[in-house]
């Protein structure tokens, strides 16, 4: 039988992001089995327990080769879930799983046409990586509290995607990570490709906009960490602890020192086109669990900033566009000619 906490679980932050029919946690058994331990649904809760043998349907293969799997277009002949009654797994048109660190899955699933993608799978190896950090820490009052403080932030991220302005998405988002991290100061900086410079977008205090205008420009060679983090592609998580302090932008007299900082490049499309920093003045660990909940957010900017490049060019697109009131017209750009077909 699983357990369903009516909202204060972190499967139902995970259905609630990726918008799908339901979640399912699958942890191993004493006699080499993986028991359904707790799930998430739009359905009444489960009630029934279900035992997936290694190997066995779409969980039992994700299970034995510890491997993620996406499955669009889920068709019962080709495979089965296993945690379904057969009625009910009738419904389900997508599928996507992946292996928990030490043993387990995280399945997710769809009753709509939803394609699952590989910053999805991402995604969810993410959040898997924080359930298991839940339950190795269960029991621990002080760490339970602070992985709530984490999931209450995920969950106020991806619901700004249903913000439609850029500037006061990216305030509020660096508004939220900056508390939720509890850093004195994060900003977001992005460069268009090609480009010798990166700008900054904003900050959740006014620190370099300020004393810049129009909008400030800094060097990717000689731009401090930020230029660093843009150039080699990979993220710097610094504590600290030996007393030296790195400067962001490089040589710029009015910026603070930092002592510990979080820099993680945002990539869209797998080109790298922002580094979202999170920094304090005072030096301090930084936790498996925060470095994972950082990285969510990187993702989750991302998203977003996909939405906002999509819709940029499709207006770019549409002045163009014809329209035919009599209907479509088939074009097929191989063979067809170049014409130009006048409104009627």
Known sequence: MTDNHNGDNILDLIRSVFQVHNVALFLPTEDGNFTLVSASTECEPYT????????????????????????????QRQGYLGYYSNNDEKLITS????????????????ITNHVFTEV????????????VRQINTMGNANNNQRLRRYYD???????????????????????????????????FVSSVEGSSTYFVEGESSP???????????????????????????????????????????????????????ICLPVS???ITCGVLCLASCTARPLPQDMRIFTTMATISLAQYLNIVALK??????????????????????DTAPITHIKEE
């Open 312 to 333: 940029y060019r499709l207006n770019r697109l549409l002045p163009d566009a014809t329209i035919h009131r009599s209907g479509a017209i088939f074009y097929d750009p």
């Open 95 to 110: 599928f996507m799983g992946c292996h928990l660190p030490g043993g387990g899955a995280l399945c997710i699933d769809s």
């Open 153 to 187: 932030g995920l969950e106020q991220l991806f619901k700004l995607h249903e913000q439609t302005n850029w500037k006061e998405f990216l305030s509020l988002f660096l508004a939220i990570v900056t508390e939720t991290t509890d850093s004195d100061y994060s900003v």
């Open 207 to 261: 620190l370099v906009l300020p004393h810049k205008k129009p909008l400030p420009e800094f060097s990717l060679v000689n731009g401090g960490l930020l230029g660093w983090v843009f150039r080699n592609e990979v993220p710097i998580y610094a504590e600290g602890t030996d007393g030296s302090s790195t400067p962001l932008f490089g040589k710029v007299s009015y910026i603070p020192e930092f002592q510990s900082i």
């Open 48 to 75: 029934e327990e279900f035992i997936i043998p290694p190997g066995k349907g779409l969980v039992g293969w994700v299970l034995r080769h510890q491997q993620p799997l996406i499955l669009n277009n889920f068709d």
């Open 120 to 131: 999805d799978q991402q995604l969810l190896h993410r959040f898997a990586k924080l359930v």
């Open 268 to 270: 869209i499309n797998k």
